[in-house]
């Protein structure tokens, strides 16, 4: 038998929508890529070990952040340096009016050191240092304890290197560089040590000083 479909046929009469714009095709070159390919050939290694989150709080600080807002203050006045002559008491001697006569003195040089002077006035001293030995005359050498334009330790340094047979050191307790200038009985003292030393040493050959 042959079975033929005799019922109803629905046919779409609705609107129909076509796209009626325009067509942008692409017509510019195509570059393809013809280098050698790498590819990867060894192992892959991949974790599969347990992963650890941290789920705990978050502490965040949200408290009020103190900032210095008010005036700063900078020194803009003038700045002063002191340019007075200094006084060299201290190393000079004890009596202030002999101080007072020096710092007033117009002979006295003020100017200060050139760095040439002092570069010539310590070579110097060197030389002068590595000659101590062989110095063989008799001396007296007299220096007060205070004396700060002289180190004693250059006379006790005199006193080790020398070779003289008639060597001799006196040190004043207290008194400064200049013994002639010194309180009276230091003065004195400093003139009968020298006259007395020069006396016993010219005293041999009959021309003693007098006392």
Avoid at 52 to 58: F, L
Avoid at 85 to 111: E, F, K, W
């Amino acid at each position: 038998p042959i079975s033929l479909y005799t019922g109803p046929v629905s046919l779409y009469t609705g609107p129909i929508s076509v796209y009626t714009g325009p067509v942008r095709v692409y017509t510019g070159p195509v570059s393809l890529y013809t280098g050698p390919v790498s590819t990867y050939r060894g192992p892959v290694s991949l974790y599969t070990g347990p992963v650890s989150m941290y789920t705990g709080p978050v502490s965040a600080y949200t408290g009020p952040i103190s900032l210095y807002t008010g005036p700063i203050s900078v020194y803009t006045g003038p700045v002063s340096l002191y340019t007075e002559p200094v006084s060299l008491y201290r190393g000079l001697t004890s009596l202030s009016l002999q101080v007072d006569i020096y710092n007033t003195d117009p002979l006295v040089c003020r100017a200060g050191l050139k760095v040439c002077f002092s570069n010539q006035l310590l070579n110097a001293v060197s030389r002068v240092e590595r000659a101590l030995p062989k110095l063989t005359l008799p001396f007296l050498l007299l220096q007060g304890s205070a004396d700060r334009l002289c180190s004693s330790r250059g006379a006790y340094l005199l006193m080790e290197s020398a070779r003289s047979q008639d060597k001799t050191l006196k040190i004043y307790e207290g008194a400064y560089h200049i013994l002639h200038k010194e309180l009276p009985e230091v003065t004195s003292s400093v003139f009968r040590e020298i006259n007395t030393w020069v006396s016993q040493r010219t005293a041999v050959e009959g021309t003693g000083c007098p006392p």
